[in-house]
């Protein structure tokens, strides 16, 4: 079964063929960083125009490097949501019409099922069941994962995710786009210990996070009078620890509180060496796993998408075939239903 993974949910450009006997076969990826740059952040109108210009050009480039013609495919999955609209709506039309053209299904993907999936290619891949910490620059939950599709959700940030407030701190601090990377390595020549930040919801009793309160703490650090710039990577790296505190302490507690022995970290702050290393060790101590994606699949990629579309139908799931183009920007992934082999079934509305 061969798969075309399309990812166009915000600033990256994705493309990827999986195939379920032989694994990967081919992938390719276009960051947008230089484009929005020079803007301080995403501009969803660019973002969309650039993925519209890119997508035919890598979906070739996969599959001469697969060596396979359009009709060898199986299916072709997209990212549907959550996501800019615009962006999603140029890969749902360019998958959605790839897929009417072969002959082949269709099949609409949630863009955190295929973070949360991603482990799941590495050489040690995690078994079901597991609770996944989900960390991005939009998203911070804890799941609870039975299987592809059974989703139980445990926690979630209150407002700024941990990647948003990593992005909104570093331009606090004066740094470029994309803002997360740069405040890590700023917190690497740092040492934390120097200010006395809070570490919201640490101690709620739910596994619920906030991270905007924490990011108005280093607002007020750097509005003070006697704030120094050549202090800034101590702050960096204080604001660091105090993040991995908290994705700790409540991954832990979510551990606990469903007695599994496995996590599952994924999205792109699960890039975050200071992180890994802290929920390894904090797991080593409970005698838990941890699992996190390659390094090159933290971020947003078509892999993913390519992979959890297979997974998906492997497992019964039958979309209907290829031509209505529907997309869903807000869509919690505790409503994903589990696969169902339905041959009228719909993308999502």
């Known amino acids: 079964m061969k798969v075309l993974g399309i990812e166009s949910s915000c600033d990256e450009t994705g493309v990827a063929i999986f195939d379920a006997e032989a694994g990967l076969l081919a992938q390719a990826l276009h ?110 939950q804890l799941m609870r994962v039975a299987d592809v599709g ?46 006395k930040l809070p570490r919201p919801l640490l101690h709620s009793g739910d596994l619920d996070f906030s991270f905007s309160g924490l990011k108005t703490a280093v607002l007020n650090v750097v509005s003070s009078p006697r704030w120094r710039m050549e202090r800034a990577a101590d702050l960096a790296a204080d604001f660091q620890q105090a993040v991995v505190d908290v994705l700790v302490a409540k991954s832990m507690a979510a551990l606990d509180a469903t007695a599994m022995s496995a996590l599952v970290v994924a999205g792109g702050v699960s890039a975050n060496l200071v992180l890994r290393a802290a929920l390894d060790a904090a797991g080593a101590g409970r005698g838990a796993r941890v699992h996190y994606p390659a390094q090159d699949l933290c971020a947003d990629n078509g892999v993913m998408i390519a992979f959890a579309g297979a997974q998906r139908l492997l497992r019964g799931e039958r979309p209907a075939a290829g031509g209505v183009i529907r997309v869903r920007p807000r869509w919690p992934l505790n409503e994903l239903a589990r696969p169902r082999a339905n041959p009228h079934e719909t993308p999502p509305s």
């Open 150 to 195: 059974d989703y139980q959700l445990l926690g979630e940030t209150l407002d700024d995710a941990a990647g948003e407030a990593f992005d909104k701190t570093a331009k606090i601090l004066g740094l470029g786009y994309p803002g997360g990377p740069q405040l890590a390595a700023l917190a690497a020549r740092g040492r934390a210990g120097s200010f």
């Open 31 to 140: 960051t947008q960083v230089d484009l929005h740059a020079i803007y301080g952040g995403v501009v969803p109108e660019l973002a969309s125009r650039d993925h519209i210009r890119l997508l035919p050009a890598l979906i070739r480039q996969c599959l001469r490097q697969a060596g396979l013609a359009v009709a060898a495919l199986d299916a072709v999955a997209y990212t549907a949501g959550p996501g800019l609209a615009g962006a999603l709506l140029v890969g749902a039309s360019v998958a959605e019409s790839l897929a009417l053209a072969a002959g082949i299904p269709a099949l609409p993907v949630h863009h955190l099922e295929g973070h949360m999936l991603s482990p799941l290619l590495s050489d040690d891949p995690p078994a079901f069941p597991f609770v996944a910490l989900l960390v991005s620059g939009g998203h911070t």
